[in-house]
């Protein structure tokens, strides 16, 4: 009987530190399923990659989601956190946010990916920070119309010359620009300004006009502010012509003399 009494509360005892082991066995068994199905950390990178961009540069971000599950979208953050864009666009595993540098564009920024189940999102942590660092774009240059009228003609003829605060050594291409666009692009060495001549055709060549040049920096070409805008007026001989008839008919009217 005594046997008995010793062995009841030792094999009581037992049972009891098993079930104690096993309550927390079955606690921590939903976390390590967690830690299991942990997504894999997002890559960013920039393309293309430099050390130093300059304002007006374009660079795409790119977040690389490291799994073969199927994502159902990407967010990218800026600097202090913010989401930048509300779900990118992206194709299979990949996903890219296109930005135009500017002074405000420089800091680090960060992506991240999530799937869709059951209609939630499953996010995955943050990539590794991505750091952009953005100058300031070389000093504009001047444009100046010569002759410098109030109002063209068809036929005449203007010189838009473009005057460089660079080096004449660092200037490689001189661009002007148009209403519609970019107008032309020219090729230039060892100069401190260039002019090009403009025909004028129609009053289709009314509008504003700037440029801008090109220099090389960290052996790629980085283009200038542009210039300030100069105004080219443009006004048909034929308008011009009508309308001095009709002020002169008005101010001296046609008299019919009857004998």
Not at 61 to 81: D, E, S, V, W, Y
Not at 172 to 196: E, H, I, M, R
Not at 242 to 247: K, L
Request: net charge positive; aromatic share 10%.
């Amino acid at each position: 009987m005594i046997i008995y009494c010793l062995v009841i509360p030792l094999i009581s005892s037992l049972l009891s530190s098993q079930c104690n082991f096993l309550a927390a066995f079955l606690q921590l068994l939903p976390l390590a399923v967690s830690f299991a199905e942990l997504l894999p950390v997002p890559i960013l990178s920039a393309d293309p990659r430099h050390d130093v961009y300059y304002e007006g540069e374009r660079v795409a971000l790119k977040c690389l989601a490291p799994t073969m599950r199927k994502i159902g979208g990407f967010h990218f953050f800026n600097q202090t956190g913010e989401q930048i864009n509300q779900t990118a666009s992206f194709s299979d595993l990949t996903a890219l946010f296109k930005l135009t540098a500017t002074k405000a564009s420089s800091g680090e920024y960060t992506c991240m990916y999530f799937l869709k189940e059951s209609g939630q999102e499953i996010p995955s942590n943050r990539s590794l920070p991505l750091s952009l660092k953005v100058q300031a774009a070389p000093m504009a240059p001047t444009l100046s119309l010569d002759p410098q009228q109030q109002v063209y003609r068809p036929g005449n003829h203007i010189n838009l010359l473009c005057s460089f605060p660079s080096s004449p050594d660092d200037i490689k291409q001189v661009q002007y620009y148009a209403d519609s666009g970019l107008a032309v692009s020219v090729p230039v060495s060892n100069v401190k300004n260039y002019s090009f001549n403009l025909r004028i055709t129609g009053e289709a060549d009314s509008g504003s006009y700037s440029c801008a040049y090109f220099v090389n920096k960290a052996t790629r070409p980085v283009r200038s502010e542009r210039s300030r805008s100069v105004i080219v007026y443009v006004k048909n001989l034929e308008e011009g012509f009508r309308w001095t008839n009709e002020r002169n008919e008005k101010n001296c009217p046609l008299k019919v003399l009857f004998y």
